[in-house]
């Protein structure tokens, strides 16, 4: 969806969020960076506990691990 988005020059779309009280609006460019940084931070966190507990993790890049499969 983002590739096509883009290609279509929508990133900067509104979004009206109903869902907030009261509702929200967000730039579609907003969402993407929004949820692909929150993304890593929360995969990191997760890395992060599993070493704690004495799990190996590698590196946690997701490639390495869909290549490795």
């Avoid at 009261?22 to 949820?35: D, K, M, N, R, T």
Wanted: proline fraction near 4%.
């Amino acid at each position: 969806m983002v590739s096509e988005y883009t290609a279509e020059g929508r990133l900067g779309d509104t979004i009206i969020d109903a869902l907030c009280d009261p509702p929200e609006s967000f730039q579609l460019y907003g969402i993407v960076a929004h949820v692909l940084t929150y993304s890593a931070h929360r995969r990191e966190l997760a890395r992060r506990m599993l070493a704690h507990h004495g799990v190996s993790t590698e590196r946690g890049d997701p490639l390495e691990w869909m290549r490795s499969n």
